[in-house]
């Protein structure tokens, strides 16, 4: 059932907007109910999140929470970026493209509740699987505790850092990086909060 809280959502879509309300016209035919989270329109089944649709410059897209249990035999599950752990996108570049992949967004729809009935867990990976900064390893070797402030915060801010850090290819960066975030482990904040 369409939400009136998500409408304002479509309106906005752009040069997406004919490709997304077809995207939503789909997702409200397998059953789905339809929520605003993080500012675009969710798709749950009994509360979990299923899919949501989200729009890029390039393209719009379907992004599938637990996407890598699907199975992925037309190869149209995308991984975002080598970091994604669970999510998998369906990139659409038109409205006529979703329109003849239409039976195949339903099937994928269809097996990712059957997923979340499942109760299925994406394995994740550990945080002290994540690459540390040779710098921030150093830091924390040196600074007892801002190694025990980090070792305080949840996984998921730790991930966010350690990948927030490592990602420079220059030292000066990757240290310029770690000493503006100090402050904020200390605080207990994550990345973005």
């Given at each position: 059932m369409m939400n009136p809280k998500v409408d304002w959502y479509f309106a906005k879509a752009g040069k997406w907007q004919e490709a997304t309300e077809k995207l939503r016209e789909i997702t409200l035919d397998c059953g789905l109910s339809e929520e605003l989270k993080w500012g675009t329109p969710c798709y749950t089944h009994q509360k979990s999140n299923i899919v949501l649709i989200h729009v890029f410059k390039e393209y719009c897209a379907l992004l599938f929470f637990k996407g890598v249990l699907l199975k992925n035999n037309e190869g149209l599950l995308i991984q975002?970026?080598?970091?994604?752990?669970?999510?998998?996108?369906?990139?659409f570049t038109s409205v006529e493209?979703?329109?003849?992949?239409?039976?195949?967004?339903?099937?994928?729809?269809?097996?990712?509740?059957?997923?979340?009935?499942?109760?299925?867990?994406?394995?994740?990976?550990?945080?002290?699987?994540?690459?540390?900064?040779?710098?921030?390893?150093?830091?924390?070797?040196?600074?007892?505790?801002?190694?025990?402030?980090?070792?305080?915060?949840?996984?998921?801010?730790?991930?966010?850092?350690?990948?927030?850090?490592?990602?420079?290819?220059?030292?000066?960066?990757?240290?310029?990086?770690?000493?503006?975030?100090?402050?904020?482990?200390?605080?207990?904040?994550?990345?973005?909060?």
């Open positions: 975002q970026t080598e970091n994604v752990q669970s999510a998998r996108q369906m990139r493209q979703v329109a003849e992949l239409e039976a195949t967004i339903k099937a994928y729809i269809y097996e990712a509740v059957e997923v979340e009935k499942a109760g299925l867990k994406v394995p994740l990976k550990k945080t002290t699987e994540f690459a540390m900064a040779d710098e921030f390893k150093e830091k924390l070797e040196k600074n007892p505790a801002l190694k025990k402030a980090f070792e305080s915060l949840t996984p998921g801010r730790q991930r966010a850092y350690l990948l927030h850090f490592s990602q420079p290819k220059q030292a000066k960066t990757r240290e310029a990086r770690i000493e503006k975030c100090m402050e904020l482990i200390f605080q207990g904040k994550g990345l973005n909060d």
